[in-house]
């Protein structure tokens, strides 16, 4: 229905497979739209754009424990609904509305990816789709990208990043103090 009132006010736009390439030529074939998509990504991705990097390591490694069950509910609680799902096509209610023992199997996992210290392959591929922002349509840099993760790595995410936000916290407060000397 939202998409019907949408095109109703903004009156019929033709959809086209049609896109530029580097050198501002159109072209329809799908193989070459999927490899200027990915040239695109993988440039936008891999971009170094950070020249002053300072070469101090921190580590909080033996102060950050495993996480315990109540941090995978919190974790579970952070992920946000009617998202889409990523490369493993499970939605975030699966677990927000799961049971006891799903909770449980998600904790093991977790668990067990933490003391292996070792992503899962699935986890390290994502689908990025590209979202229109404005301009020409047929010009690929005229959209962004989102990626779409697996539901399970956003769990794991979440409680790194509740778990490592205390110790960036005094490292950044150190670095402010050091800048200002």
Known sequence: MYRGVSDFKKGYQLRTNIVKDEKCDLFRD????????????????????????????????????E??????????????????????QIPAEFF????????????????S?????RLYEGWKELIIVPIYKKGDKTDCSNFRGISLLSATFKILSNILLSSLIPYAEDIIGDIRLQESL
């Open 30 to 65: 799908s193989h070459r739209i999927l490899a200027r998509w990915r040239n695109l990504f993988v440039l936008l991705l891999n971009e170094n754009g950070v020249n002053d990097v300072r070469q101090a390591v921190h580590t909080a490694e033996p102060l950050v424990s």
């Open 67 to 88: 996480p315990n069950a109540f941090e995978i509910e919190m974790a579970i609680g952070k992920l946000k609904k009617h998202k889409s799902p990523g490369i493993d």
């Open 96 to 111: 927000k509305a799961g049971s006891r023992t799903i909770r449980y199997e998600i904790h093991k996992l977790i668990k």
């Open 113 to 117: 990816v933490w003391n292996k210290e």
